[in-house]
């Protein structure tokens, strides 16, 4: 089917001629995933079905003290310099952003009036601009209103480089906010931005109020006292806070929606551990609901068996995976190490990285580690399904991979190591500590000795490794080794920034200081190429096409070695109601959590 | 005496300087980050980090930092937390109270069963009783707090299912209500620090009295008729604190810096998790003032356990 008649069926849906349920099952039969056909409906503005959660409570309040465990507690509450997803599950409780991201990575308004598309006029045509219309009679904790003064506001804010935000990635191609009357705003952006709902959305889109931060900009940021006194829109209304501790809010009676929030106050307690925390909710039920369950699966469900909570899993673009060196790390070229203008002397070979790729055992590593907390892939980029390839078949053979080496000359020595050229198949790999990785190496480790390949295997601790220390060897950046593995996150529906980590300008070398995202330092004209049509392409379909287009040529040419997609876990109780993301903070709709009976 | 103590604290003033220079060059030398999560996370790009590493002065040389902190801490300014930007006072005050009553109250529970169950073992030595105690205080010493407290929850949180294991300092509850909510929370953290510390403390108190309840001045005592109870709480007690009290005061200023382990367990706020949390987030300011405060500590507790010995043993003289 070409993109003629797909427009012409979505028109038919539109006008009422074709089912929303006939197109989708056309579009399944011409080899579409089904969110992939409900998201070109979504696009062509076509209202998206009902999600599956209902809120039941009628009034607002009566449900009592709703308890949070996070094993580390917030340990600030101005969303603008949240360091992690800690600060920002503690933020949101009391600041909302315009809109959020539900679990299939669509958006849903939160302080918005509508979701602004291309066919109501809000996004425009160039994708240049956007045009957010906000909710009216929303008021600030403290009786103000709130308005598109505040809106603009946050722009600037956060985009000021003095006041030194972490938000500040999601604003810098926001050229101007210009207020159009009190409840509009319109953003501009330097080029055509097909993801356009970054600013002022989910994570990064909180908004503060402008009449407690405006004398507070620039270098001034820290002496607010609201940064630790939050005055916001959200369902809960702050009460006390202890950094990294406990945080404490009470229901806001004037919140903007009706019948909520459902609960009198919310406490968030931080600090233990991930097991204790899964106890406190799955066994004793003393709290309601445990954030990043990063526990192994076969705890988890022995303490779901206590019947007082469930895990809830909600699928993420989180990937483990494997990473190979194109650079050579053990010689230094011009005094660097890992140079760009090196070439790694085995790796470069496509038989050894394809052998590599069939040595990993991914279900077993599933079926033996991970259980349902990271799902065997072949993709890099596995969600939202949108973007998610159709093929996801891996191998893993330890013939094929012998085959696949003696074809290309690897002949085995003496001690069973293969070499060629004088040049032997051994391999330095690298991970941070951290007992599931450890499984994993070993058994990525066994499966080439079989085929020949010898791992020495190395795990540094985790604040080393993921640190930006100019002055360490062991940092992922820097990638000193041959292997390494560790875990990549999405924190957004969109692959924009994910996607990234192999572009050619991106490379972490000793002039960027090593903070460039490409570790692997593999360049790719074709990738380039495509990254930057996929970055102004504001057809979605097209779009997507060339995100799914990406993962292949890293797939195709052996880059990564996607192991896991790992799916954002919580364990709530079985009482609770609260709809869940993984694109998103999972309190991003608090104001929707009840108690059943 | 005055004198003496002038002397004391001239010479604590070098050696707490010594630890500051030591705390903050070991800090300066370990690998880490305080911004390390955003290093991770691909929609931050880098100058984020590299602008707040220069923004808090991180990337200056070790050696003007270190000035720079000196001089703050000299006009009473601690500086701020990294994670929280707090300052680092207000971050240590809200965790005291916390912690002195926890802790505190385990050192009290502490002492209140090694002094009588070491001095009543010590008074009959290898009786039913002093086997017991000294089995008793073998085991209590030989757990870990780490495998007694998992040992606690697991039997009066989750089999039980008695007490709370989560520990919650603010309880939005007044009253009597209050008082019990605090005290169900309480018991488990106080009760692993309490017994062992306690196990410990009596094996000490016990061979300190048996030292000296043999002694020719204990004898004298008992002939000129005194009643037991005097001989041994005024005669024999008096004398044998003298190394417990040492143990105790060098112990105490660890009631500042909280149990570390036994605050994780249980999730108390007090300094230790404070501590922690710092480390584990590399935020120095937090951890130089937690350690430097506690190294004061030390070196004032010494001090006082030495003007102690003169008012338990009045031949000891200060000069």
Not at chain 1, 351 to 377: C, E, K, M, P
Not at chain 1, 421 to 437: C, E, H
Not at chain 2, 57 to 76: I, K, T
């Amino acid at each position: 089917m070409d993109e003629h008649g797909l427009r012409n069926l979505i028109g038919k849906v539109k006008s009422g001629r074709l089912s929303r349920r006939r197109f989708l099952e056309m579009m399944v039969g011409a080899g579409l995933t089904v969110p992939m056909a409900g998201h070109l409906l979504l696009n062509a503005g076509v209202a998206n079905a009902q999600p599956a959660f209902t809120y039941k409570p009628t009034k607002r309040g009566g449900g009592g003290v709703v308890k949070l465990l996070m094993w580390q507690g917030p340990t600030l509450l101005n969303p603008h310099f949240a360091v992690g997803t800690k600060d920002q599950y503690g933020c949101r409780v009391f600041y909302e952003p315009l809109a959020g991201w539900d679990a299939n990575g669509n958006l849903v308004p939160i302080l918005a009036a509508a979701i602004p598309t291309v066919e109501n006029g809000g996004v425009a045509k160039d994708g240049k601009s956007v045009v957010w219309k906000l909710k009216k009679g929303v008021n600030w904790h403290d009786g103000k209103p709130f308005t598109a003064d505040d809106v603009v506001f946050n722009v600037e804010y956060a985009s000021d480089p003095a006041t030194a935000t972490t938000t500040i990635g999601a604003y810098r191609d926001v050229v101007k906010a210009t207020k159009i009357d009190s409840h509009t705003v319109r953003l501009e952006f330097k080029e055509p931005t097909p993801f356009w709902a970054d600013p002022l959305v989910g994570t990064v889109g909180m908004i503060i109020p402008k009449h407690l931060f405006d004398a507070y900009r620039g270098s001034k940021s820290r002496d607010a006292p609201t940064n630790h006194k939050p005055v916001g829109t959200g369902p809960y209304r702050f009460v006390d806070f202890k950094p990294g501790d406990m945080l404490r809010g009470e229901a806001n009676p004037n919140y903007h929606e009706a019948n909520r929030p459902h609960f009198d106050a919310i406490e968030l307690k931080g600090g233990g551990d991930a097991v204790s925390a899964a106890r406190a909710v799955l066994q004793t039920g003393e709290f309601d609901y445990a954030w990043n369950m990063q526990v192994e699966d076969e705890i988890l469900k022995r303490l779901e068996a206590g019947g007082k909570g469930r895990i809830s899993i909600a699928p993420g673009g989180s990937v483990e995976f494997l990473q190979f060196q194109t650079t050579d790390p053990w010689t230094e070229v011009d005094g660097e190490r890992a140079s760009i203008k090196s070439r790694h002397p085995t790796l470069t070979d496509f038989a050894v990285r394809d052998a590599i790729n069939l040595l990993v055992d991914r279900q077993s590593i599933q079926d033996h580690i991970y259980g349902r907390t990271g799902v065997a892939t072949r993709n890099f980029l596995n969600n939202p399904q949108r973007f998610r390839s159709p093929n996801n078949a891996f191998e893993f053979s330890v013939e094929k991979a012998n085959r696949v080496l003696d074809a290309a000359g690897w002949k085995r020595g003496p001690d069973g190591v293969r070499a060629r050229d004088g040049r032997k198949l051994k391999f330095v790999f690298q991970t941070s500590i951290n007992a599931p990785r450890q499984k994993c190496q070993q058994i990525i480790k066994q499966a080439c000795q079989k085929a020949g390949i010898e791992i020495e295997l190395k795990s540094i601790t985790a604040s080393v490794y993921f640190s930006s220390d100019v002055a360490n060897p062991d940092t992922f950046r820097k990638f000193f080794a041959d292997l390494q593995m560790y875990n990549t996150t999405m924190p957004r529906p969109d692959p924009g920034l994910f996607m990234n980590q192999f572009v050619s300008w991106e490379v972490s070398t000793k002039e960027n200081k090593w903070s460039g995202t490409n570790n692997t330092r593999w360049r790719s004209d074709e990738y380039d190429r495509t990254y930057k049509a996929a970055q102004v392409e504001m057809d979605p379909v097209k779009r997507a096409a060339l995100f799914i287009r990406l993962n292949e040529i890293l797939i195709e040419n052996r880059v990564v070695v996607p192991i896991s997609n790992r799916p954002v876990v919580a364990a709530l109780s079985n009482r609770l109601r609260a709809p869940m993301t993984g694109w998103d903070n999972d309190v991003f709709l608090l104001k929707d959590w009840y108690r059943e009976g | 005496m005055g004198q003496y103590l002038v002397r004391r604290l001239l010479i604590a003033i070098p050696s707490l300087v010594g630890i500051s220079v030591i705390l903050f060059a070991v800090l300066a030398l370990a690998p880490g980050d305080p911004f390390e999560e955003l290093a991770t996370n691909p929609n931050v790009p880098a100058e984020v980090r590299e602008n707040l590493r220069a923004k808090f002065g991180l990337d200056d040389p070790v050696a003007v930092r270190y000035v720079r902190w000196f001089g703050a801490m000299l006009q009473g300014d601690w500086g701020f937390s990294f994670a929280s930007r707090v300052d680092v006072d207000t971050l240590i005050l809200q965790r005291l109270p916390t912690t002195l009553a926890v802790i505190g109250l385990s050192q009290v529970l502490a002492l209140s069963i090694a002094i009588p169950v070491g001095v009543f073992a010590a008074t009959r030595p290898y009786s039913i009783f002093d086997q017991l105690a000294n089995t008793l205080a073998f085991v209590g010493f030989s757990l870990p707090t780490f495998f007694t407290g998992i040992l606690f929850i697991l039997v009066f949180s989750i089999t039980l299912d008695w007490l709370p294991f989560v520990y919650r300092a603010d309880i939005a509850e007044t009253g009597w209500r209050w008082w019990w909510v605090h005290f169900q929370q309480s018991i488990m953290p106080i009760a692993v620090l309490g017994l062992f510390q306690g196990a410990s403390w009596t094996r000490y108190v016990r061979s300190a009295v048996l030292d000296v309840i043999r002694l020719d001045y204990v004898t004298t005592a008992r002939a000129k008729g005194l009643s037991e109870r005097a001989v041994v709480v005024k005669h024999a007690l008096r004398n044998a604190l003298i190394p417990v009290v040492t143990l105790v005061a060098l112990q105490l200023p660890t009631v500042f810096g909280g149990a570390i382990v036994t605050e994780q367990i249980f999730r108390v706020p007090g300094i230790g998790s404070l501590l922690i949390s710092a480390i584990l987030a590399n935020d120095t300011p937090v951890i130089m003032a937690v350690t430097f405060v506690f190294s004061c500590l030390v070196i004032a507790f010494n001090l006082v356990a030495d003007i102690l010995y003169g008012w338990l043993d009045p031949r000891i003289a200060y000069r």
